[in-house]
């Protein structure tokens, strides 16, 4: 099996981003994508560039393009916005993102009419159902194939930043899962899906990897690898899959800016011939249900030496590191939106704070945050 990388330009950028229709005045979620969709198709019936299809009906997606920046590539993501809400205002139809809806049941919601999701919903069945979730990917751009999974692997020992930061779903089928990230421990039940194999250390292992998952019929296309942290050959890029769903631009530009710092960071080590931090995958597992469960107080593993920090402070040190590259990046500002996250406590937080000033049980006051959030760009104050 010989998997072709067609290489992008060093740190270019691009980023995806998954919409939930919420009912403006119930806060439930609307089985309108297709409507959405057929509005904005081009002429000639073909898909449009940045508005794309998911799995269930109640979601659509927006792409960047192919950007330099975490600037340019929110401003790609405004001008689809817009389009959206064109046809979704008059449904009475507003946009709301978090890791899952607060109160959706999953059982109600309809699976988009296309092959390879009936497939996925056969085959994995009770797992496949339930996926009412939705996450942020960044993909940056990667000018040698060989840098691919050396950078992943390095990527993963600050796995559990990126999933605290935006943890975003503690509330499943209207109840308080005690978790930040209910979505991260629900999509890991996929096959496929969940932390890659730290094991996979060349393209070669790649390869054979992919080879024996075509040869059992576990997968029919690469795409059907869904790790958190994936190579994606198709557009020569690392593709970060780890977030939750981000309920606001001004989040959603600080995770992709600290993604998009880190991943040119760990290519110029290795262009300078410097060693990639690496963890232990029984760490690396550790750190994932730590920051899934606790969110913005994880107390996270840093290091192969079991050194421990809280990821807020953590994080004060990566921001500093850092600062340099963002800044020849073009994204300084939007990295310093990291500390505004940990300022007001991460979206579980402040979606907790609002369900325990409400009655209890109801959690459209929770929805209505959300979607306000979207609206302003911002996070805000739930007290």
Known sequence: MTIEFSPSARSTLGIEWELALVDTDTGDLRQVAQT????????????????????????????SGVCRSVPEAMA??????????EVTDPLRVELMCAGTHPFGHWGNQRVTDKERYATLIDRTQWWGRQMLIYG?????????????????GALLTYYPHLLSLSASSPFWDGRDTGYASNRALLFQQLPTAG???TSIAT??????????????????EFDEVRWDLRPSPKFGTLEMRICDGISNALELAAVSALTHCLVEKFSRMIDAGEELPRISPWFLAENKWRSARYGMEAIIIL??????????????????????????????EELEGVREIVRTGGSAARQRTIAAASAPGDLAPVVAHLVAEFHAGRPLDPR
Not at 76 to 85: G, H, N, P, Y
């Open 136 to 152: 942020v990917h960044v993909h940056v751009g990667i000018e040698e194939r060989d840098k691919v999974l050396p950078i992943l």
């Open 195 to 197: 932390l890659p194999f």
């Open 76 to 85: 790609d993501l405004e001008r689809s916005t817009a389009l959206v809400r």
């Open 303 to 332: 290091d192969e030496a079991g050194n421990e920090e809280i990821v807020t402070d953590s994080l004060e040190a990566v921001l500093a590191d850092l600062a340099p590259i963002a800044a020849e990046l073009g994204c300084a």
């Open 203 to 220: 393209w070669a292992d790649l390869e054979r990897y992919v080879d024996d998952m075509l040869l059992t019929g576990v997968i029919d």
């Open 36 to 63: 959405v969709l057929d509005a904005v198709a081009p002429a000639d019936g073909s898909q449009h560039p940045t508005i794309r299809q998911e799995l269930l009906l109640n979601t659509v997606e927006i792409v």
